[in-house]
């Protein structure tokens, strides 16, 4: 099927493979006469390269993007935006362990139960460098929402079992975080605790805490496509991530009405606003103005160097050992992934709520 | 906008007001042939009916469902199918307060500001009563997953601070306890906790945890169609959920790789199986064979029964008595939902899976 | 799979049988604000009813439609509207003949094929009684046109050899002739000519002609999505149409560039426009401002009393004589079927439209 | 918005404009196993290319494809695949006039009222060059066809006034002829014809038929998916189709029912089938098993080498004078271009048929 397209009015599609010839999307449905360039897109891809710390792989890539159509002496044209990122890089690698055997915790096994076979080299398609696509794709909904004076910003929350405080933690700190973690005291224990864990031939977790601020009031579909269930979906189709949750989220499952509900009120100056925002600037589906809060759960990165147990594809039992350069954290580098995949859904449910009172419409169409 | 349609091949358009004329929702993508008449769907929406406990709200409605279309002579046609339950007992009450102010934790402000007024009586769209049509197809969905010897089971995880003990708990027992709970002792605790709230004109959430059984290896799309993200998306479109996980979910973040790799293992009996499951079932966005786990963090019932601050439509700011009927807990009436949204994100994603190797597609048309 | 939902932003969901319960339609997207009663949907839905006219099938009913949803103090909230005609006046005639034969002209044999099986009382989901749910919903679009300042306004251009003369007809006419043909001369000819082939138990065919007028320039997406590409599925979509054409169509095959360009003119009085119009009103799948031409190819009613040879489900070579009630023509009642497939696909075309440019996008939100 | 992504199971998203980088398509939903290398798609583009008689543009290029990804060892992986024509040969010309006149028959007007600007070189996205991915997909889509023993096979069946004779016509001699019809007489008229045209500076336009062979019956969506509709729109959308019909067409509008019912009849060596095929292989929507027959209208290509009057962006009247290289007629090379939105469509509608039975869908998953 069909599970490479994503978004009904701004949509994109997906392609390529760790080891084939490169990473691309394809943008159908960029409003024409936004500014876009290559440095534009290619300030968001540089967040997601591996190698810029000793906590992410050494794999040394420029992923350097190309714009192939869609802009014309500097804007876009309202057609589709072909971005793609040759690989360079790749190993030739010994792939005889890995093309017969199933790595526990990566898509091996489920792979080839679906499709019969697969691209083993690199993970194929389940790669990380798979989110290459959606973080170019997010450049040009980050430089959209721009215009709209909308701002998406993601960080590293926690890592392991070190949270950050948010007492100390100041967002403008976040680039200065080998790991994107705003609390500097926070990001210098789970440095520690990452190095521990490296030693040991093991591999860590975390999670990532998005803040949409500027939002309008209004935006999101009241049924299945509710502005926190579109973000749902976006975010978990992030490989690795295993949760979600908007607001309070789990925490909001464990306390009463009295405590969660988010009193209104009104002052001349703030207009009308809450009081409190446990509900994550979402309520019944659609954004109520305030900041848009979520966060995601990322699972410790499958691929360790120590011998594992697993089967191969002659059935049998083997112990596999995993080779090559693999990032014992994915977290930090995720941080980018999730702003792209939430800066392509607002920007999506932005446009579809464009149809919703007929006024507007008609104000629209008799400029 | 649509967002009122969900689904790919397998697909559902709901509709329907709480004090309007009815609820229903037509089915697209049925296949023909499958058993089903009223009683089918009955027995799925009887779950999910109000007065059924002290714990759930006392309006009386029986939610009778007719088979509008689709159904001849006892089996699906393969044509849409058109599900009803005409609205009775709608009280006239006077909605002259909920008319004008915005009800914390409700979606009354954010409908205001997406459509400039909305169906003040009952909550309208985003009305509990809403969540009719995803049970009615959910029970058509759970019929042809039956077909398929896939079975789906949610129950009462927790509510509030109590959870149940999976030692004790049974899941043959959840109908035995009025909140759903698999673990009686673990219910018996949460029903006073839940009546101290009550007495306390307070209101309380809860998780719920669904169990998908007899699941094959090799569904889902690797990409945006994850089914995890699939499933994410069904779930947080449910009103009042915050927050969704799959298998060790948020736990998984706070261990390491060693902990959270589940091994594979092959032995003639069994066949290939893994010998834990932190993943709950899904590897890559794919179904690995392995029972599919997965939680919902359900808020607390924002309608209490305690003076709250909020704004009305003119921008005043004034105290809201809610009166009426509802509930102090939704965990339990939302349980079958849940599955409601489990089966027909399921029955999608098998559908769309069997195009997945043209070895298959070529047997299916040679037969 | 799921056929009979169509459109993205303004999306209808159909379902029902001939003789079931009833036909209905879920519209899912029609902006909120918009003034709507049932007056509105049942003065379209009389112009497809039955019985008419001698030239229609005798079957008298009263296809009085209900709003279940979506509606509020007599305007639009923005959610779904759920309309429904329930089914009055079914014979339970002998089916006996046609639940086993194979009619010549109809689905029967490609339900039985597709399906396994068929609903085949009044031919089912095949039946004409389908397009009621297109009509009611084409009400809708129009009136959202309407909003707009675009009038659709389709008629019979030709039945049989019979064609109307340009010179002759006025639109205004439409409604004075049985057939719907505005050229009243002709309109007598061809009710001879209908009149002697109903004499010889024969059936008729014609073209229906569609002008909309009032369409801004600039509404359509250029490639697939193409306005008149989106027009040619929705009228093909309507039982028994097997030719679609815009503009001047088949025609514009035969002529040399130099015949079929239009030239543009510009004068401070009619601002840009046009001189001729071979082009239908859509450029490069883009509406150019000028009215929009369709013409649809209506093939003769496959019911006859005569007496046709056909195959039975046990492969015997039979000869059936169809009874019952069956439209010696289906050309005057589609009239209004077309009309409002395309309203519908236009004020899906507008919508989607309103998002080509950046500047319009941020305009819109900053208001 | 997003038109240029076509398909639900199997999907194409086309990008790329004239004198831009390239033309590429991103095939999401190829099912894995299929083999496939560059030489098939390359065979397909080749039919496509301008440059090889003297009645297509003088442009030469190679339009050489090369695939990105989805494709491993020889075989299809089942995920997307990107295939790329980078742009050669694009003259640097002087686009004064272009950029500010609209040409007639042209997109240019209409593009600039959609996206208040347009990419003016050589049509940007509304080009001819757009077709270069529908057709590198169409030949994925036709590889999948012939899997399942199903051919597409298109040919000029008319040039201006000229028709080929059903009775002159072999299939077989269609790439014999340089305007690709398969009667030979009619084509050296047709090519005389053509020359006059030219001589005179003028432009030619025609009509393509397309025949499909070995469709199963029982292939199709009874309502707004219907085949016959999903072709309208796959054919109306290549640029210069002004009009599309199924079988008799625009003919069985002036026919009785006795004259254009197809009879079935039944025979042991050939089993079930229809005496006639006025019907061109579909019935209600649905394939008959008998062969699919359509075709198309294509109007003169509109770049005539004569002086036309029009306006330019100041809204002045002057005088345009269209330089460069244009074909004097498309039809020939269109010819490749419907047979691959045909193979396209029929791929995506063979693709839901899967799920149309309860009991095949059993079958499936049980094996």
């Known amino acids: 099927m069909s599970g490479s397209v994503y978004g009904t009015m701004f949509k994109i599609a997906t392609w390529g493979e760790s080891h084939g010839a490169g990473i691309g999307v394809v943008i159908d449905g960029c409003p024409a006469g936004l500014l876009l360039d290559e440095q534009v897109v290619q300030d968001f891809l540089n967040r997601r390269k591996p190698g810029q710390t000793m906590y992410s792989s050494p794999r040394k890539e420029d992923d350097k993007v190309s714009i192939l159509s869609g802009v014309f002496e500097g804007r876009t044209t309202g057609t589709p935006i072909s971005l793609v990122v040759f690989n360079e890089n790749q190993r030739s690698g010994d792939y005889t362990?890995?093309?017969?055997?199933?790595?526990?915790?990566?898509?091996?096994?489920t792979f080839d139960q679906k499709y019969g076979f697969r691209d083993y080299r690199g993970g194929g398609r389940s790669s990380a460098r798979e989110t290459i696509g959606r973080v170019a794709a997010g450049a040009v909904a980050s430089a959209i929402l721009r215009e709209l004076g909308i701002k998406v910003h993601a960080y590293t929350k926690s890592i392991g079992p070190i949270t950050i405080d948010s007492q100390?933690?100041?967002?403008?700190?976040?680039?200065?975080?080998p790991l994107s973690m705003p609390d500097l005291e926070a990001s210098k224990k789970a440095e520690e605790y990452l190095f521990d864990q490296m030693k040991d031939h093991n591999s860590v977790g975390g999670v990532i805490e998005c803040i949409v601020t500027g939002m309008p009031a209004g935006i999101g579909e009241p049924v299945f496509d509710?502005?926190?269930?579109?973000?749902?979906?976006?975010?978990?189709?992030?490989?690795?991530i295993k949760g979600i949750?908007?607001?309070d989220g789990f925490h909001a499952a464990t306390v009463t009405g009295?405590?969660?509900n988010d009193p209104f009120i009104y002052d001349t100056d703030l207009g009308l606003r809450?009081?409190?925002?446990?509900?994550g600037g979402i309520l019944g589906g659609i954004s109520d103005g305030a900041d848009i809060i979520l966060r995601a759960a990322v699972?410790?990165?499958p691929s360790i160097f120590r011998p594992q147990n697993t089967v191969n594809k002659d059935n049998e039992n083997v112990e596999i050992r995993i080779q090559g350069r693999h990032d014992p954290i994915v977290v930090p580098r995720a941080v980018v992934v999730v702003e792209s995949?939430?800066?392509?859904?607002?920007?999506d449910q932005l446009f579809m709520g464009m149809t919703s009172q007929i006024g507007r419409i008609r104000d629209f169409y008799s400029r």
């Open 299 to 301: 699972k410790p990165t």
């Open 226 to 240: 509710k502005l926190d269930a579109s973000l749902a979906k976006a975010i978990m189709s992030i490989g690795a």
């Open 341 to 347: 995949m939430v800066a392509i859904t607002l920007v």
């Open 168 to 177: 100390n933690a100041d967002i403008a700190n976040t680039s200065l975080s």
């Open 245 to 247: 949750e908007i607001g």
């Open 258 to 260: 009295a405590d969660n």
């Open 97 to 109: 362990q890995i093309a017969s055997c199933y790595r526990p915790g990566h898509a091996d096994y």
């Open 274 to 279: 809450k009081t409190s925002n446990h509900a």
